[in-house]
Nanobody
Framework: QVRLVESGGGLVQAGGSLRLSCAHS???????MGWYRQAPGKQRELVAGIESGGNTNYADSVLGRFTISRDNAKNTMYLQMNSLKPEDTAVYYCNTNLLGRTYWGQGTQVTVSS
């Protein structure tokens, strides 16, 4: 059964931190995975990605503030978000691809107040 379940979103003041989690099916543990976000009226954008071996990449807008990681033993991917800004406000989704299909979680809302 396919499972991608995000959690950890919420309301935080600018400069604060949040840690998002994405609990996923065990067969995704060998996949590259990523965090995306979509703000109101904007296209969904890649925030950070992580390969099965641990290599990571980040959007320029979050480089140095966000850290993506994964714990394959727990079938969970994380996004540590520090120094949050109001422009980080969005719904955050975890994502992966398997056998030509793209999978998304339901999303978790992150709201950063100024």
């Amino acid at each position: 059964q396919v499972r991608l379940v995000e959690s950890g979103g919420g309301l935080v003041q600018a400069g604060g931190s949040l840690r998002l989690s994405c609990a996923h099916s065990s067969f995704f543990s060998l996949n590259a995975m990523g965090w995306y976000r979509q703000a109101p009226g904007k296209q969904r954008e890649l925030v950070a990605g992580i390969e099965s071996g641990g290599n990571t990449n980040y959007a320029d807008s979050v480089l140095g503030r966000f850290t993506i990681s994964r714990d394959n033993a727990k079938n969970t991917m994380y996004l540590q978000m520090n120094s949050l800004k109001p422009e980080d406000t969005a719904v955050y989704y975890c994502n992966t691809n398997l056998l030509g299909r793209t999978y998304w979680g339901q999303g978790t809302q992150v709201t950063v107040s100024s």
